[in-house]
């Protein structure tokens, strides 16, 4: 039975939106893979890397930030920090031991930011590997003209259509400034473990120069990053998703 199949559980929080998340125990490091913004669990990369690890018999761990998919509360109230602060909740209930973040486009700076929070805490073991997919920092710096940028501040939200939904992109102040307040790619990034960056050559939304400067920013010295011909911003062809397993998989298998 694969993970879409089933009822997602639910994590109570004093003061802060139930959240709705999938997890399957087995063997570490626990992957927790981190959606897009406006983005979910149900999603066919998560879907297809929960669905393997549950074969493998791999602990492994999904969830729906605040505001989103099948979690409570509402998308205009959250914030980047917000959704950190969802993940590490995760990891606390769920997670033991080391994990292997995977973050998809704005996830991918989730990624980076919750593992620095999770170094900063638990020590470096904490953190297995990274797998970026078209990981997104900054990109409330990059990804905005200074007209949006304008807009956002004096107005309190830019609503954009989107390719990728039914529903348009918002792009609230508070997670404009939040984003702008945890940039990461302006100095060096503490994080040394070992770190996969895969994006799309054609990738229309996050310019694959995005990861290069990411693995430059890095500490690790374990940082390669693949550039996959003819692949967009989604990378969800199914040469994608086996490119994401293999990758997932081998950092897994050598902890």
């Given at each position: 039975?694969?993970?879409?199949?089933?009822?997602?559980?639910?994590l109570?929080?004093?003061?802060?939106?139930?959240?709705a998340?999938?997890?399957?125990?087995?063997?570490g490091?626990?992957i927790?893979?981190?959606?897009?913004?406006?983005?979910?669990?149900?999603?066919?990369?998560?879907?297809?890397?929960?669905?393997?690890?549950a074969?493998?018999?791999?602990?492994?761990?999904?969830?729906?930030?605040?505001?989103?998919?099948?979690?409570?509360?509402?998308?205009?109230d959250?914030t980047?920090?917000?959704?950190?602060g969802?993940?590490?909740?995760?990891?606390?209930?769920?997670?033991?031991?080391?994990v292997?973040?995977?973050?998809?486009?704005m996830?991918?700076?989730?990624?980076?930011?919750?593992?620095?929070?999770?170094?900063?805490?638990?020590?470096?073991?904490?953190?297995?590997?990274?797998?970026?997919?078209?990981?997104?920092?900054?990109?409330?710096d990059?990804?905005?003209?200074?007209?949006?940028?304008a807009?956002?501040?004096?107005?309190?939200?830019?609503?954009?259509?989107?390719?990728?939904?039914?529903?348009?992109?918002?792009?609230?102040?508070?997670?404009?400034?939040?984003?702008?307040?945890?940039?990461?790619?302006?100095?060096?990034?503490?994080?040394?473990?070992?770190?996969?960056?895969?994006?799309?050559?054609?990738?229309?939304?996050?310019?694959?120069?995005i990861?290069?400067?990411?693995?430059?920013?890095?500490?690790?010295?374990d940082?390669?990053?693949?550039?996959?011909?003819?692949?967009?911003?989604?990378?969800?062809?199914?040469?994608?998703i086996?490119?994401?397993?293999?990758t997932?998989?081998?950092?897994?298998?050598?902890?």
């Amino acid at each position: 039975m694969t993970q879409v199949e089933t009822a997602p559980d639910t994590l109570d929080r004093p003061g802060r939106p139930r959240l709705a998340y999938r997890h399957v125990a087995g063997h570490g490091p626990t992957i927790v893979f981190l959606p897009g913004y406006m983005s979910d669990m149900a999603g066919g990369k998560a879907t297809a890397l929960f669905d393997w690890a549950a074969a493998e018999g791999r602990a492994c761990l999904l969830l729906d930030y605040a505001g989103c998919g099948l979690s409570d509360g509402l998308f205009a109230d959250q914030t980047l920090l917000d959704w950190r602060g969802d993940v590490l909740d995760l990891i606390d209930a769920k997670a033991e031991g080391p994990v292997l973040l995977v973050g998809s486009s704005m996830g991918g700076w989730l990624m980076l930011l919750t593992a620095l929070a999770l170094v900063r805490r638990d020590g470096p073991s904490r953190v297995a590997g990274l797998v970026g997919i078209a990981a997104a920092p900054d990109f409330t710096d990059w990804g905005f003209t200074p007209e949006e940028k304008a807009i956002i501040l004096a107005e309190g939200a830019l609503v954009e259509e989107t390719p990728y939904g039914d529903q348009p992109y918002v792009t609230t102040r508070g997670f404009f400034q939040s984003g702008e307040a945890n940039r990461l790619l302006g100095a060096d990034i503490p994080l040394a473990c070992p770190v996969r960056l895969l994006h799309g050559q054609e990738d229309g939304d996050v310019p694959p120069d995005i990861s290069l400067r990411l693995a430059a920013a890095l500490a690790s010295a374990d940082v390669q990053v693949t550039l996959v011909k003819g692949g967009d911003h989604r990378l969800s062809r199914d040469t994608d998703i086996a490119l994401l397993i293999d990758t997932v998989a081998r950092l897994a298998t050598a902890n």
